[in-house]
């Protein structure tokens, strides 16, 4: 069979004259490519179901591709060589470095990577049975054309199955190797340019060649690029001379010609590359949808032309790059914010050399006002070698290290890398340096062709092709659950719910599939979400179960899992799946439902969960009654919603085990009740201060929020924190006010003293409750006119007449909180001068009570307590010589140091250290002070010295005598 296809392929070649083109294409009409003999595919896949098939780790395997061995020789001078069309390192390194793809948690795999199977086998067997040459363009549409290096174009439709075989290897031995493909828009013309120049069109409907035209360009120069615009009857076409031009197709009487015209000449700087703007058929009345628009770009600069209605440079700019870099172009339509209600869907460019892209905006309003207007610019970390659009967000950028990496445009934000050492990509170098015609190419040309891979990467509609030297491989974009599904079968169940969220809360990047508005995507999100964590709960309890270990293994293990459930429902609002399905399956295993108690604790504490159904209340209180931990309990009863509590459940908890915050706050957020709480803690305070026993330190924590509530409750806050609702502030103010003022409680017993209430506070701790008063004695309402509010001026002196009966007129209170009495009522005075009267002869019994020389009891409690009273401005009424004689006669030297200090006698304050023993040691620092600070005037710091002078002479003269007394007392 091959000797036959070897005599078939050299009659064909003999035949053929290249100078009559109606007979070459009568001998391609009778050349059949079953003769090629490549083989049939069995059961041909689809592309859908190639792009369909498991995510398998891509190698390229030829035993799998049932090869044949190849012996191929490249005898002809025009043929490409494999290390020209492969790598761009002749060793071909790309074959011995180690794969390094990247795939980033938040983003999970975004491109789904197969090879078309069907169609590399039969490029390998095409290659190794009929010397069709290794792969070296490619061009999509409906259909794929794959050129050769031999001069064959192999088209095959989207079920791989082999169309057309158009052209010979002695076409090929003629015109060199496929150069350039394009597809126009409706897939039934299909321009191919050779490495020597030449150009043919085809049929793709039947196979036919309808056009070779050889003086498109001058001879000698490859054809590098050659594209159809929008207008079936034009077409562009560069060479390695880097011109350009435009091919105008025409039939006239039935017979095909081709006018071809000079667009940009290569002598100013040759062309790498063109693109011409393809309209968006989605788009409907565009403004430049009468326009052909052709952007250009040389190694200096890029250039954006209309050829229709006629021929205008329209934009220009300079491109920079490394001279080992070639010039890259790709249009995209893409949508755009132009205002907060407004959007324009327009063309944008993205051009590139080197490490940098930029972005421009075509602005089109008619056809003689079209601007452009730059968008952003990237700075890449790598040089790179071609680039594509995805999708109008996404581009995807190829590497000279042949690593493609998807990026967010919008962002510039990295989402995967894909390293494609395995499909060993086609490189053009050979035709930018025009080997096939004497290589007369510019030495900048050939070495940035090094880098030419223009015809290898191909995109189209939302999907990229690549041909390497044995295979085609086509990427895709995963839908959004794809991207799920593919991190759960990995077993990444925490990777796939943080893909997951970030589809639910819009942050996910280069999204396909989830359409609709807002509410209809977050909603076909969420149920996936809790598909996800269903089976994970699932897979938790049985599979992935540690069969052995302590208790501590497997709640290190639910650990991993619960706190996942909780926060995933909380975040989708879905608390009645959290608190019925999720806890049902966690409480099969008792250890997993410990956990999942203790992890709604941080939840709770932090407000994000305020209702919890009264079942797992239940359970939860058990848990930590049953640990030891009620406080925890308390601290989360108070951040949660009321009404979702069974309130004579956890009331009867709280009263049992002294939550007494909880108490407070059910009562009061549940029940709108402030009083109650207040009366029955009260009693049991009072109770444990009637015991005569010193307080436990539960109770000391009862007495402290107590006051810290009623301070709370008289200033209108809410307790522990946040606000009471502002039309129940009032009332609120006036009950507990009311409360701890009554004279005899509800369930008043026979021995019950008055005021029971202020009693009890003033004996837990005198100083802290007047504190609280002194607090509330600023609100407002204190000030209101008389009749305003049940407690005005009248009130708060109401108040003051209280605690003086109850701590003067009775016994049991110690200096220091009659002290502090007095302070406070000394300083309400001062403050509210005229709206507290006091008769001031309790001042006087105060100061005899405090200065009683003849109590040593308490002596330095009541020094404080008076030294207090003085700097409130309660004795002023009082003399204060007689003052400072009754501080002398109960030595009270810091109150005498006071006195003396407003005197400014400062020689006399020397005798309050020297007298106080505590203090004796600060009295050469007190000297040295005066001495040597200007504030004291001359005057008194003499006094002071000759005092200093006389107390020494003292000191010597009885150290003296007492030496003497020592030497005689022997003669005595």
């Not at 444990?688 to 330190?697: E, P, V, Y």
Request: with cysteine; glycine share 6%.
């Amino acid at each position: 069979m091959a000797e036959g296809l070897e005599s078939a392929l050299a009659a064909t070649a003999a035949s053929y004259t290249g100078k009559d083109v109606v007979e070459m294409s009568a001998s391609l009409e009778s050349f059949d490519d079953s003769d090629l003999d490549i083989p049939d595919v069995d059961d041909v896949p689809t592309l859908e179901s190639i792009l369909n098939e498991p995510d398998d780790v891509f190698e390229l395997d030829e035993s799998e591709l049932g090869l044949f061995s190849s012996h191929a020789t490249e005898s002809s001078q025009d043929a490409v060589s494999v290390s020209s069309t492969t790598s761009i390192d002749r060793t071909s390194p790309q074959k011995q470095r180690k794969k390094s793809s990247i795939m980033y948690a938040a983003h999970g795999s975004i491109i789904r990577h197969v090879m078309l199977k069907g169609i590399s086998s039969q490029l390998v067997s095409a290659a190794d049975r009929v010397d069709a040459g290794k792969p070296t363009a490619m061009a999509v549409s409906a259909l794929i054309a794959i050129g050769t290096s031999h001069g064959l174009i192999l088209v095959f439709d989207p079920k791989q199955a082999l169309k057309w075989c158009l052209g010979s290897t002695a076409v090929g031995a003629q015109y060199g190797a496929v150069s350039a493909l394009c597809v126009n828009n409706d897939c039934s013309r299909l321009l191919a340019g050779f490495a020597k120049g030449q150009i043919t069109m085809w049929d793709l409907s039947s196979g036919k060649l309808l056009r070779t035209i050889t003086d498109a360009h001058p001879p000698g120069s490859a054809v590098l690029h050659i594209k159809f615009t929008d207008d079936p009857t034009l077409a562009i076409c560069s060479d390695s001379g880097g011109s350009v031009f435009e091919l105008s197709f025409k039939r006239v009487m039935g017979m095909r010609s081709c006018e071809s015209r000079c667009l940009f000449s290569g002598s100013r700087g040759e062309v790498c590359t063109i693109e011409p703007l393809h309209m968006n058929t989605s788009v409907k009345d565009h403004p430049l949808q009468d326009v052909s628009l052709v952007a250009m770009a040389t190694l200096s600069k890029i250039l954006i032309v209309t050829i229709k209605p006629k021929l205008q440079v329209l934009f220009t700019k300079p491109l920079k790059g490394d001279p080992t870099s070639l010039p890259l172009l790709t249009w995209q339509f893409v949508i755009i914010q132009v205002s907060d209600s407004a959007r324009v869907i327009d063309p944008v460019l993205a051009f590139a050399r080197g490490n940098t892209m930029y972005f421009f905006q075509v602005m089109c309003q008619d056809i003689a006002n079209i601007k452009f207007a730059p968008l952003q610019k990237i700075e890449l970390p790598y040089m790179l070698l071609n680039i594509a659009w995805f999708n109008s967000r996404t581009l995807v950028t190829v590497d000279t290290t042949e690593r493609l990496h998807v990026i967010d445009v919008r962002t510039e934000e990295e989402l995967e890398v894909i390293d494609l050492v395995d499909v060993e990509l086609v490189y053009g170098t050979s035709y930018f340096k025009s080997l096939a015609t004497g290589g007369n190419v510019s030495k900048a040309l050939a070495l940035a062709g090094e880098h030419a891979c223009y015809q290898s990467i191909v995109s189209y509609t939302g999907q990229l092709l690549f041909v390497g030297t044995k295979s085609v491989h086509v990427m895709t974009m995963r839908t959004w659950k794809e991207r799920i599904d593919l991190l759960v079968k990995q077993n990444k169940f925490k990777d796939a719910l943080t893909v997951a969220l970030s589809f639910y809360t819009g942050r996910a990047k280069a999204v396909v599939g989830l359409i609709g508005g807002q509410h209809k995507r977050k909603l076909a999100v969420a149920d996936k979400i809790l598909e996800l964590l269903f089976t994970y709960v699932d897979l938790s309890l049985t599979q992935q179960c540690p069969e052995r270990g302590t208790i501590e293994v497997l709640e290190h293990h639910f650990q991993e899992v619960v706190p996942l459930c909780v926060e995933y429902c909380l975040t989708l609002q879905r608390t009645d799946i959290l608190f019925s399905t999720l806890y049902e399956k966690f409480s099969e295993d008792t250890i997993a439902k410990g956990v999942f108690l203790e992890c709604l604790e941080p939840y709770i504490l932090n407000d994000k969960l305020v209702s919890i159904t009264p079942i797992v209340m239940k359970a939860f209180v058990e848990h930590y009654e049953l640990k030891g931990m009620l406080q925890n309990v308390e601290a989360c009863i108070v951040h949660m919603d009321v009404a979702s509590l069974d309130i004579h459940q956890v009331v009867s908890l709280c009263w049992a085990h002294g939550l007494y915050d909880a108490i407070l706050y059910i009562y009061n957020k549940g029940m709108g009740d402030y009083v109650t709480p207040l009366e029955e803690l009260l009693t049991v305070l009072q109770a444990a201060i009637k015991s005569s026993k010193q307080l436990t330190d539960e109770q000391i924590k009862l007495g402290n929020k107590l006051l810290v509530y009623i301070s709370c409750c008289l200033a209108g806050r809410a307790y522990p924190f946040g606000d009471i609702e502002e039309n129940s502030v009032q009332t609120v103010k006036e009950s507990v006010f009311k409360c701890i003022t009554t004279l005899h409680t509800k369930k008043r017993s026979e021995d019950e003293t008055a005021y029971p209430h202020l009693k009890t506070l003033l004996q837990f701790d005198t100083r802290e409750f007047l504190n609280v008063l002194a607090l509330a004695f600023e609100e407002p309402e204190f000030d209101s006119p008389e009749g305003m509010n049940p407690y005005t001026v009248q009130s708060r002196q109401h108040v003051v007449d209280i605690l003086l009966q109850i701590m003067v007129e009775s016994v049991g209170f110690t200096p220091t909180e009659i002290g502090c009495l007095f302070t406070f009522l000394a300083r309400q005075m001062a403050k509210h001068e005229n709206s507290i009267q006091v008769n001031r002869l309790l001042f006087e019994q105060v100061l005899e009570f405090l200065s009683n020389p003849d109590d040593e009891s308490r002596h330095e409690e009541r020094q404080q307590a008076l030294l207090e009273l003085l700097n409130a401005g309660g004795l002023q009424q009082v003399n204060e010589s007689r003052l400072l004689t009754l501080a002398e006669n109960a030595r009270f030297f810091r109150v005498c140091e006071l006195l003396y200090d407003r005197r400014r006698e400062y020689y006399k304050i020397l005798d309050c250290y020297l007298k106080d023993s505590a203090r004796q040691h600060q009295a050469f620092f007190f000297v040295h002070g005066v001495m040597s600070e200007g504030f004291y005037t001359q005057e008194e710091k003499v006094a002071l010295q000759d005092e200093v002078i006389k107390r020494l002479e003292r000191s010597e003269e009885r150290r003296v005598g007492k030496e003497c007394r020592s030497r005689w007392s022997p003669y005595h």
